[in-house]
């Protein structure tokens, strides 16, 4: 279960990086991997649904709640990033005009795009340094640890093939 959450909030964040960065991905990439990156954010948020309704449940009954910046920061999250693929999408060069649907080249739809990407990048970094330590924890379990295991047994086996070589000479 942590493990699935990991690898998919990597995922997550790896393609978000690349969304942010269309002179290096071509814009129809950036466009297809965005709504990509929506189907993967429905997935995360349904995985994290129980804390999202346990949270929100006591948003309002708690005033001080360890949780509550964490919430907050996520809806402005969810809202940020809802207006970016909006405003996207009515810009869009590529998968509108796929679909036969004409996009608009208002500056104004242009601008807020730039300017809700941006929002959106801030409010990730805010999302991970406050969700920080389990990241940490979950990185230490599933990637560090397997490897420092791995290599001990290795070690040990050497050891065990050859004593001699483990004593000081
Ligand atoms: C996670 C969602 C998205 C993020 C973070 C994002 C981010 C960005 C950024 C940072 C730019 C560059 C702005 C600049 O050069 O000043 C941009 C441009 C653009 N985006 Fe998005 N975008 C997202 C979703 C979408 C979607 C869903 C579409 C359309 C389906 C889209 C279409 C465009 C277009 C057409 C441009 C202009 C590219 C150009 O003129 O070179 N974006 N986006």
Do not use: C
């Not at 942010?20 to 466009?31: C, F, N």
């Not at 804390?51 to 919430?71: E, M, N, P, Q, Y």
């Not at 990241?135 to 379990?141: A, E, I, K, L, S």
């Amino acid at each position: 279960m942590h493990k699935r959450n990991l690898l998919l909030d990597f995922m997550l964040l790896i393609t978000f990086l690349m969304i942010m960065s269309p002179s290096l991905t071509g814009v129809p990439w950036h466009e297809w991997l965005a709504i990509g990156l929506t189907a993967a954010i429905i997935l995360h948020l349904l995985l994290h649904w129980e804390w999202i309704v346990r949270i929100g449940a006591t948003f309002f009954r708690k005033i001080f709640h360890h949780s509550r910046l964490k919430f907050v920061v996520d809806v402005l999250l969810f809202v940020a990033f809802t207006l970016t693929m909006t405003s996207g999408l009515l810009i869009s060069r590529s998968v509108l005009p796929t679909l036969g649907i004409q996009s608009t080249r208002s500056p104004l739809w242009r601008g807020l795009h730039d300017l809700t990407a941006n929002l959106t990048l801030s409010l990730v970094g805010l999302h991970f340094a406050l969700n920080w330590e389990w990241v940490v924890g979950m990185f230490r379990r599933y990637a560090l640890n397997p490897i420092i295991r791995a290599f001990q047994t290795s070690k040990a086996a050497a050891i065990k093939e050859n004593p001699r070589s483990s004593t000081p000479q």
